[in-house]
């Protein structure tokens, strides 16, 4: 059998084959390594398709097993909640194995998250983009929306939780339940504008981003609206998706308070035949005509009555 040491060796001159020597992967448990590179490829191809990019220049892909790697590969301004992080200016990748270190996401999640940051930093050469982008096209990339995100978002909406898209560039500050509305409001901004205005558009956007336009300039360009207005236009896209009636109807929502309106009308209808059952007995405790009267003597026949 072969050392722990020479799998990880083994997989790392896999990763470095299918990439030229630009992505090399190290993990402590061997299996992710395999798996990981696996994952790399598909979403390569995935990303290579949609900004014309599939792999950065060169990558170091860290798996990490316990929380004190972690921190000393990722840095401490990581959050807590924090199960992975892209650190483009050191072209490096760290993810805690969750073979070891269970949370929400899976290792196929996180590799495609944090390898769709790594591309898309080296698709504009690493300059800054707006973080609701960069996260928006790492959920996007990753499948990772599922439900939950959705009704944090509805309520999010309806409650007036709303984050403007500029404040997410503060989403390492946030607590977890916020930062959970930052990152699906970034899928949903991100697919609205892929929906809305199409793949040759983020091209168009990213490219001006890459040759040192600002953030307005590169929109305009992009969809003819600067950030203030393609803010308010995705503001009221969120507003009219997310309301009472289309929380209450979403597909899931509305089985689940079916559900639970079935068992409430039952519990009801139980009520109200145990009282009903309860006042028919108390009616017939006060009509019942099983009395003892004790003996009645027979009237005297002969004797007049008063």
Do not use: C
Request: hydrophobic share 45%; charged share 25%; aromatic share 12%.
């Amino acid at each position: 059998m072969k050392s722990t040491a020479a799998m990880i060796l083994l997989a790392m001159m896999l990763s470095a084959a299918a990439y030229g020597g630009g992505v090399r992967i190290a993990a402590d448990i061997p299996l992710d390594a395999a798996y990981a590179d696996s994952v790399i490829q598909v979403t390569a191809a995935r990303l290579e398709q949609l900004v014309g990019v599939g792999a950065p220049d060169s990558l170091d892909v860290f798996i990490v097993a316990t929380q004190g790697k972690f921190d000393s590969l990722a840095g401490n301004a990581i959050p807590d909640w924090g199960a992975g992080v892209a650190i483009p200016y050191k072209h490096r990748i760290v993810i805690k194995s969750p073979r070891i270190m269970p949370g929400d996401k899976p290792l196929g999640e996180l590799m495609a998250h944090e390898y769709s940051h790594m591309v898309l930093a080296f698709a504009v050469g690493y300059r800054e983009v707006p973080r609701w982008l960069d996260e928006g096209m790492a959920m996007y990339m990753s499948a990772e929306w599922n439900w939950d995100d959705n009704v944090a978002m509805a309520r999010a909406v309806i409650v007036g939780g709303e984050i403007p898209l500029t404040e997410i560039e503060y989403l390492n500050r946030f607590t977890a339940p916020k930062a959970q509305v930052a990152y699906s409001e970034s899928y949903l901004a991100f697919k609205y504008f892929l929906d809305t205005y199409g793949r040759s558009s983020l091209r168009i956007l990213l490219s001006g981003i890459a040759s040192g336009q600002t953030i307005d300039d590169a929109l305009v360009a992009a969809i003819g609206a600067d950030y203030g207005a393609f803010e308010r236009e995705f503001s009221a896209y969120l507003h009219g998706r997310y309301n009472i009636v289309s929380l209450l109807f979403d597909s899931n929502l509305f089985w689940i308070l079916l559900a639970v309106i079935v068992i409430i009308g039952f519990i009801i209808v139980r009520l109200r035949r145990r009282r009903r059952i309860e006042k028919l007995d108390e009616y017939d405790d006060l009509h019942s005509t099983d009395f003892d009267y004790g003996e009645v003597e027979k009237p005297d026949e002969d004797k007049p009555w008063d």
